[in-house]
């Protein structure tokens, strides 16, 4: 039999109905769209079973809806990427132990200002109500940093620089690395049963239960040299479309000076200092009455003076920063170019060195202080010191790593 066009017609749209039927049953039955962290559907896509949403409700399989990272307090976000690290500038030290390379850094978090007597001196009031007398007093902040030995008179320091409220959000000084370590540690359980209480989570709950809540706290801790370093130049700045950058930055700021070089971008007037450092051998605040008088001869409070492209407090100056890395000369040049950092002496072994002083209790210190000359303001410089000691020039701030995506 022939059939007309017009029959054959009405057949290819008959066929078109019911292929398009198949079709949508199928996408029915199989298919859940595009599933994300924030948009998870209500039945598992390969099970079919209901999905559980209430995060107080251990005995049936949860899925969370928040993805989004609880960075905590104080903490300013920074974009990781590619960075020139190392020193930038003429080596008048002659250390040669942190020549130039190219690493990537992952995004993480910093502490926008450095921790401060008021911080330091809440960690020590919860740690009163869990340790012993003589546990509490290991971990004080030393006033003897101030004493200075038989030819100087720094009682005011000694005595009310830690506890006087005027000194309040002054950086804390007199804190070896183990003591700051331990101040991270206790920051994250602090700040975690803080967040845990808001949420109204089961304190039974463990560590992977509140992950998998999305309100599991990263670890504070140490920055690393290198994310340290990164933050400090805050190269982002200089960027241009192109990805082509200034070569560096001798300072975390533009210019190549110690002084403003602007009359509005910044705080203060041009001309200004933008870090609180030694200017030159005796001279800690320049002369009375001047303009160009700091009147900053110890630390400044922790808001001073202005921040960097990051939004980051006093990263030259005021105070230097421990950070998480072992000292190591060769540092550079062994560790990997992909978030490095140096937690041990391999590579680089302290025997190499036919000497007791190189050992895994040093600890690296960055940013330069109240009491340094500018050359060591440049984020590419770096000393180090024994992790139980403490000074008058030495603080820190916390860090903590950028979990990964929110979940779109």
Known sequence: MRLSNKSWGMWVAALAIVGSSILTSCNKNSSYGRRTAHKPGKKSATTGAEFNFDENDSTQFFVAKNAEQIPGPNLKFIQGGRAVLGTQEEDVMAFRDNQERT?????????????????????????????????????????????????????????????????NF?????????????????????????????????STFTKSQ?????????????????????????????????????????YPWDGRGVRNPYNVKRKGKQGDFLANF?????????IAGSQSNDGDIIPANVYDFAPNDFGLYNMAGNMNEWVQDIYRPLSFQDMDDLNPVRNSGVGDEEDTYQTS????????????????????????????????????????????????????
């Open 103 to 167: 690493v990537t850094l992952a995004n993480f978090y910093l502490d926008e200002t450095e921790v401060t007597n008021n911080d330091y001196r809440e960690y020590l009031f919860d740690m009163k109500k869990k340790v012993s007398a003589d546990s509490l007093l290991k971990l004080e902040p030393s006033d003897n940093v101030w004493a200075g030995g038989e030819m100087t008179f720094n009682d005011m320091y000694q005595s009310y620089y830690f506890r006087f409220p005027g000194f």
């Open 170 to 202: 002054y950086p804390v000084a007199g804190v070896s690395w183990v003591q700051a370590s331990g101040y991270s540690k206790w920051r994250t359980e602090y700040v975690q049963e803080i967040i845990r209480k808001d949420r109204g989570i089961d």
């Open 210 to 250: 509140l992950v998998e809540r999305g309100v599991a706290l990263a670890d504070y801790r140490l920055p690393t040299e290198a994310e340290w370093e990164y933050a400090a130049k805050a190269m982002i700045g200089t960027q241009y479309l192109d990805e082509n950058q200034e070569f560096g930055r001798i």
């Open 278 to 286: 030694k200017r030159g051998r005796g001279d800690y605040g320049g």
């Open 357 to 408: 002083m190189l050992t895994d209790e040093l600890r690296v210190y960055k940013g330069g202080s109240w009491r340094d000359v500018a050359y060591w303001l440049a984020p590419g410089t770096r000393r180090f010191m024994q992790q139980d000691s403490a000074t008058n020039h030495i603080g820190f701030r916390c860090a903590m790593i950028s979990i990964g995506e929110k979940g779109n």
